[in-house]
């Protein structure tokens, strides 16, 4: 199946920018997501890119998008001790057998945040 | 607007009880998910409906059933619970667009903690 990988652990000072990174293997994905889960917590829709641009910026979040080589990256400005959680990429590729878009989820980033 | 509600948050079980996990969507969604996260794993899909009356399996169906019983509500069994069952189990809902590039976020539900001893 499908693949998309996430460094485990990223750790910033307040204030910082964070990057967190995601490769994936589906060369079909439409849409590309980042989640984030905080302790205790489901996974919140952070902000999403269509395959077909390469940047999205909402606030703080910048979304980097390189199809060539597949790889996501999420950078959060003037990253703040809330933002400390676990971020989650996320693919949604072409149809499988069932006429199913499939989502496909990293494992997760860490994001631990220093005061 | 409490968008998708599951319950029990908390549940210990033994080996070989069984339990469903109650889940419902107040956003008019059709479809419906069941996730487990396991630490270092990141979600897998376990079961979805793609509309009321429909099921499907996902990536690691084995050990649960699921039933859509309405539009709103989306059960998952565990008929004979086992020690690798213990996991987070997440809900989520989308409303799955009608072409191939509609965007269909999913909405996920705060998850149930569940543990089998």
């Known amino acids: 199946g499908e693949d998309v990988e996430q460094s485990l652990f990223l750790s910033v000072r307040e204030g910082d920018s964070s990057v967190i990174n995601c490769t994936y293997t589906d060369s079909s994905s439409t849409y590309l997501y980042w989640y984030k889960q905080e302790p205790g917590a489901g996974l919140q829709l952070l902000t999403y890119?269509?395959?077909?641009?390469d940047m999205k910026q909402d606030q703080r979040l910048t979304v980097l998008l390189n199809k060539k080589d597949k790889h996501l990256s999420l950078r959060i400005a003037d990253t703040q001790t809330g933002d400390s959680a676990i971020y989650f990429c996320a693919e949604r590729g072409g149809f499988d057998d069932t006429g199913r878009r499939a989502l496909t989820f990293g494992s997760g980033t860490r994001l631990q945040v220093q005061p | 607007n409490a968008g998708v509600t599951q319950t029990p948050k908390f549940q210990v079980l033994k080996t070989g009880q069984s339990m469903t996990l109650q889940c419902a969507q107040d956003?008019?969604?059709?479809?419906m998910y069941w996730y487990r996260q396991d630490p270092g794993m990141g979600l897998r899909l376990i079961y979805y409906s793609a509309s009321e009356g429909t099921t499907d399996k996902g990536e690691v169906p084995n050990g649960y059933n699921v039933s859509r019983l309405n539009k709103r509500e989306f059960s998952l069994r565990l008929e004979s619970a086992a020690p690798s069952q213990t996991s987070v189990y997440f809900c989520a809902s989308s409303e799955e667009g009608a072409g191939a590039y509609s965007n269909q976020p999913q909405h996920f539900g705060d998850g149930t903690r569940l543990s089998i001893l």
């Open positions: 890119i269509f395959s077909n641009m």
């Open positions: 956003m008019n969604h059709n479809s």
